[in-house]
């Protein structure tokens, strides 16, 4: 029973680079979330979303970052011209339409 | 004000000791609550939910106390492997996402 996978584990981009990371639920889960921990740092939602729906992106910066999470295939987090300030642990969640939520092992971005 | 409040510890406490850890929480809206665990620089994993009768699974005990609006874990004949960062996590009715705080980070001492 595959848990929540992301990829890549680690990513470093340069300032300005693209970053691009992926998030596949457990098998049967039709609800992604993911998070942002900045080191010494609570976890904090960034984006809720169902197949081929933003459902809530209350936390994604305005700028830069966008979500998606298509008919087929992974959930896709992608930050445009990254800054260092974007380095961070970005953790993916699934869930079945109930609330316990189970994490992926996080990718973890280092902007140089 | 932060959603969900935790003492941050340290708690460093000898092997078979017990140790309580609490939380509060600002919403009275809050309708379910969970531990996590998480290993330094592991992605968190469910402890346990927290329900209003309290619930225990093996060692550890949680608690919901929804007039104070506070949460407990204790954890009872502490192991080694029981040092990690306790997150207690809250999710408000109507909202998508869970509201983590920030952790208690405990370690067991030989």
């Known amino acids: 029973n595959a848990g929540v996978m992301q990829n890549p584990r680690h990513l470093v981009r340069r300032r300005g680079q693209e970053a691009r990371l992926r998030c596949s639920p457990m098998?049967?889960?039709?609800?992604v979330y993911w998070y942002r921990q900045l080191p010494e740092e609570g976890l904090k939602f960034m984006v809720y979303?169902?197949?081929?729906?933003?459902?809530?992106e209350s936390g994604m910066p305005k700028e830069r970052f966008s979500a998606e999470f298509p008919k087929e295939g992974p959930s896709i987090l992608r930050i445009q011209q990254v800054v260092r300030g974007d380095s961070a642990a970005y953790f993916c969640?699934?869930?079945?339409?109930?609330?316990?939520?189970?994490f992926g092992p996080g990718t973890r971005l280092t902007v140089t | 004000r932060k959603e969900v409040e935790q003492d941050p510890g340290p708690f460093n406490v000898p092997e078979g000791a017990t140790v309580a850890f609490n939380c509060t929480y600002s919403?009275?809206?809050?309708?379910?609550f969970f531990w996590y665990r998480q290993d330094c620089r592991k992605e968190p994993k469910l402890l346990m939910s927290?329900?209003?009768s309290g619930n225990e699974d093996g060692r550890f005990t949680a608690q919901l106390n929804r007039a104070s609006q506070y949460i407990s874990l204790l954890i009872r004949d502490s192991k080694l492997s029981d040092s990690a960062t306790y997150l207690c996590?809250?999710?408000?009715?109507?909202?998508?996402?869970?509201?983590f705080g920030t952790g208690t980070r405990l370690t067991v001492i030989p």
């Open positions: 969640a699934s869930s079945p339409p109930v609330y316990e939520q189970y």
């Open positions: 098998k049967g889960h039709s609800h």
């Open positions: 979303l169902q197949k081929e729906n933003i459902i809530d």
């Open positions: 919403n009275s809206a809050s309708q379910s």
């Open positions: 927290v329900y209003s």
């Open positions: 996590v809250v999710n408000v009715a109507g909202a998508n996402n869970l509201f």
